[in-house]
């Protein structure tokens, strides 16, 4: 089983930035993908970054060129990946969940959530 704990959500202004952070507690398992997703009010809940056990990113479009320099990041010793959120714009309000794939089968395991809510 896996736990996940989000933080660093909250309200900034555009143009502002914010960093979140999710620790995973995990026994029996190594991890392997940790990534971020958002969803906003009425839309589906989407990818804004992943990054692998050895360090590959990926990014959605809509964040690419804001969010790209080290953005996404994690600590293997202490299971935490974080989400450096640059240049926010009010369209970047979403709830922000924390996702991990571990184990050999792949397991699939999402955080609570943690809200950012950006205004213009």
């Known amino acids: 089983q896996v736990q996940l704990v989000e933080s660093g959500g909250g309200f900034v202004q555009a143009g502002g930035s914010l960093r979140l952070s999710c620790t995973a507690s995990?026994?029996?398992?190594?991890?392997?993908?940790m990534g971020w997703y958002r969803q906003a009010p009425g839309n589906q809940r989407e990818l804004v970054a992943r990054?692998?056990?050895?360090?590959?990113?990926?990014?959605?479009d809509s964040v690419k060129g804001r969010f790209t320099i080290s953005t996404i990041s994690r600590d293997n010793a202490k299971n935490t990946v974080y989400l450096q959120m640059n240049s926010l714009k009010p369209e970047d309000t979403a709830v922000y969940y924390c996702?991990?794939?571990?184990?050999?089968?792949?397991?699939?395991?999402w955080g609570q959530g943690t809200q950012v809510t950006v205004s213009s």
């Open positions: 996702n991990v794939h571990y184990g050999p089968q792949q397991f699939r395991s």
């Open positions: 995990i026994s029996g398992f190594s991890i392997n993908d």
């Open positions: 990054v692998t056990n050895i360090a590959s990113r990926n990014y959605a």
